[in-house]
């Protein structure tokens, strides 16, 4: 009889334990946001100096090819983009969003996408950037393209290119809160469609959308402006963000040059090996084509002198020269052609 009261009992405390277990209420969705988000965020927890210093010079390096350089010879512009690195983390650790100024080809783009690499290295957040030149969208309604359009006939509402993205980052139906979003508008600050953001941007951080959403940012997604100047901004925009200047310094004209040959070597390397050239002839036309790529744009060859005459001496009303970047890029052009055709 003690037997089958005991049994009885256990019995008794299974159907308890899974009463009590059917009872404990599902996971919010919010939970679920919070239990897939990382636990250490590397742009906006504190992170150790040396740590974040070591991250952004591997992301320097893999960038700019800095690691066969001479250590004196980078020390400099280094320097100057570390720091410009963290300046730029600090900003988007404070703001929603972050406007880089500066003029074409001063390393706007390699900075941020620096960064990104450096803070997935740090916390392992994986880093996805949006790239978006507004009027480049070849439309009169590239507003809608952007924000979305409501269809006066059906009110139908279509999501455009940011929406689409900040709509997905909310809804983590692919642990998209696991990582970094950064949606980058690449060119001019205009009010036409810049003011659509300024609620983005404050401390509301919501998106409200033409047909009456409103669209909570998530705290993965940062706004990024590429601007050469801020001459068509608003105070409304800019005040709401944080501002980083960039100088043409910080990447000397060395370390272009130097991305250049390391480039057209690979493109040399690729042109010898598809060709019908025996293995031995390929490697003796790349070791000639690395040789003369390294005397061409040394820092004291002819292609720096191309440069820089291009930057002193041409005088062009029609297409003046603005900065390094867009004399080399032809010569890197040319030179890529008779790659293709050797």
Known sequence: LGDVLGDDDEQKKKRTTSHDESEDPAPTREEEKQQQAPETD???DHVDDADLLGALRAAYGAVLGAGARKKDTEAESESAWLEKACQLRSVLSLAV???????????KTTLWRGLLEALEALDGAPGCAY???PKALCARNYKEILFGRLDGTTLEWSDGVVTAVVRA???NERGEQAKRHWIVFDGDVDPEWAENLNSVLDDNKTLTLPNGERLAIPEAVRFLFEVDDLDKATPATVSRCGVLHLDDSVVTLDDR???????????FSESSSSSSFKAAQAA?????????LGALFRPSGAVAAAVSWALDDARDPVMPVVGPAQPLAAI?????GAAAEA
Do not use: Q
């Open 42 to 44: 590397a742009l906006r």
């Open 97 to 107: 969003g972050a406007v880089v100024v500066g003029s074409a080809g001063c390393g």
């Open 131 to 133: 790239v978006v030149d």
């Open 169 to 171: 980052v909310d809804a």
């Open 257 to 267: 040059l130097h991305v250049a040959a390391t480039a057209l070597r690979g493109a």
């Open 284 to 292: 003796e036309d790349d070791d000639a084509a690395s040789s003369s």
């Open 332 to 336: 890197v052009a040319l030179c890529r």
